[in-house]
């Protein structure tokens, strides 16, 4: 009898733990935990309090990030046994981005409040992983300097509708010429919501220059902060008071707007592309009537973001959206809002299996994808881990998390007896009957 070789059971879950317990022979430990309840207690301990409360706050009291979480508790991985499985196949692909696993980093803004240089580091983490990275349009880095780190790993781009149109219109030039595989427009943050976190430190960091590097780099949206600075040259206008902290502000806006400090120090565009931004960045009127242009507008894939009703996704899908990603912002736009899993599970049943729907708000696990992936999202957007993976290891850090994450989920798959992506679905999960 001829002996054949066994079948490989490599994966990137056992990959992973190969390389974590090789280096703790070493006495080396993970730059990041693995578990994300110490990874959100070192994120914390590393983040100053404007950082922490800017990217770990919510809405409010902070219900709808509580729904989130509980809305994963109430389902329960049903595996199966002796299933054979000794190998899985993570590869997916959505509206004609290419994954390696079903998993794409979510758009986040004013990221450099966590580290410096902040979006380069993430970009060159989700390169060196092989996940796509949304660049936020609030981002720290131009999108042009963002998909220079990526190489020809892919890249989308999020979009906040102006106000100017014009903007939006370069915006998306931008993108495209940028290689943007598609564009997410973000439909749920017309204006900010109530964050009480932020707003009992008095910090918005847009208002100190932080976070608007997408608009003091577009063409556009100089144009205007010229125009806005010539009036002002012809306006008899009150003179600001002057207080420490409005001295650190200017510092602020004079450091992250691009060029030389002491140039800008002497010049009022820095100042006024802070004011213009709160002025412009966002359309509180956007509308269907709004969205219906952007086929005429770009060539990229449209995906819209921020969608929990079954009937808005419908009308997404009739204005001929290639996605939607099901979303509450992470709960920080609405105290109390919908879970995103129990939204997915209501547009799911009253859409078919035809849409491509991504969600978004709660993922912090491997398991966590398994279960969303069973319950009908096509792939999910990580956010809050991998911006604490940065805040403690830099590039390192959300390099970890990713690989974390993926690697968890390749073994949920492993141990249940999930081949490949289109394997998962209803069958491996059941509502939990311990839940209370």
Not at 146 to 173: I, K
Not at 203 to 232: C, K, M, N
Not at 359 to 382: E, K, N, P, Q
Request: net charge neutral; glycine share 10%.
């Amino acid at each position: 009898m001829t002996e054949t070789a066994a079948p490989s059971t490599a994966g990137p879950g056992r990959d992973r733990q190969g390389v974590v317990y090789r280096d703790g022979a070493l006495g080396r430990r993970p730059a990041v935990p693995t578990s994300f309840g110490d990874l959100e207690r070192a994120a914390r301990r590393a983040s100053s309090k404007r950082a922490w409360a800017y990217v770990a706050g919510g809405a409010g009291e902070g219900r709808t990030m509580r729904n989130n979480r509980r809305a994963f508790d109430r389902w329960a991985i049903v595996p199966r046994m002796a299933h054979g499985v000794t190998e899985r196949d993570l590869r997916t692909s959505v509206v004609g981005t290419s994954l390696s696993s079903p998993l794409l980093l979510a758009p986040v803004g004013a990221g450099a409040l966590m580290a410096r240089n902040s979006d380069l580091a993430i970009a060159r983490g989700a390169a060196a992983t092989g996940v796509p990275y949304i660049f936020s349009n609030q981002g720290c880095s131009s999108m042009e300097d963002c998909a220079a780190a990526m190489g020809s790993a892919p890249h989308w781009f999020q979009l906040y509708w102006s106000s100017d149109e014009g903007l939006v219109d370069s915006l998306l030039h931008r993108a495209e010429t940028s290689g943007a595989e598609a564009v997410v427009v973000t439909l749920d943050t017309t204006m900010l919501g109530w964050r009480p976190q932020d707003l009992n430190l008095g910090s918005l960091p847009f208002a100190r220059g932080e976070g608007i590097a997408q608009y003091t780099s577009d063409p556009r949206f100089r144009d205007i902060v010229r125009q806005r600075v010539d009036t002002a040259r012809n306006t008899v206008t009150e003179r600001p008071e002057v207080t420490p902290g409005a001295i650190r502000t200017l510092l602020s806006m004079t450091r992250n707007y691009p060029g030389r400090f002491l140039d800008n120090l002497r010049s009022p565009v820095p100042r006024a592309a802070a004011e213009t931004f709160l002025d412009i960045y966002s359309n509180p009127g956007l509308s269907w009537d709004h969205l219906a242009t952007l086929r005429d507008r770009t060539r990229l894939p449209i995906v819209l973001k921020g969608i929990v009703h079954p009937d808005d996704a419908r009308r997404a899908v009739d204005l001929g959206a290639d996605a939607i990603v099901v979303s509450n912002h992470g709960g920080r736009q609405i105290d109390g809002a919908i879970a995103s899993l129990d939204a997915l599970l209501e547009i799911r049943a009253a859409l078919g299996r035809e849409p491509t729907l991504l969600l978004d708000s709660g993922i912090r696990s491997g398991s966590d994808i398994f279960v969303a992936l069973a319950l009908g999202a096509d792939a999910v957007l990580l956010g809050r881990p991998y911006m604490y993976g940065l805040a403690v290891a830099g590039q390192r850090g959300v390099e970890e998390v990713i690989r974390n994450v993926i690697a968890e989920f390749d073994l949920t798959m492993a141990l249940t007896g999930a081949r490949s992506i289109a394997d998962i679905d209803e069958r491996f999960v059941r509502a939990d009957p311990s839940f209370r």
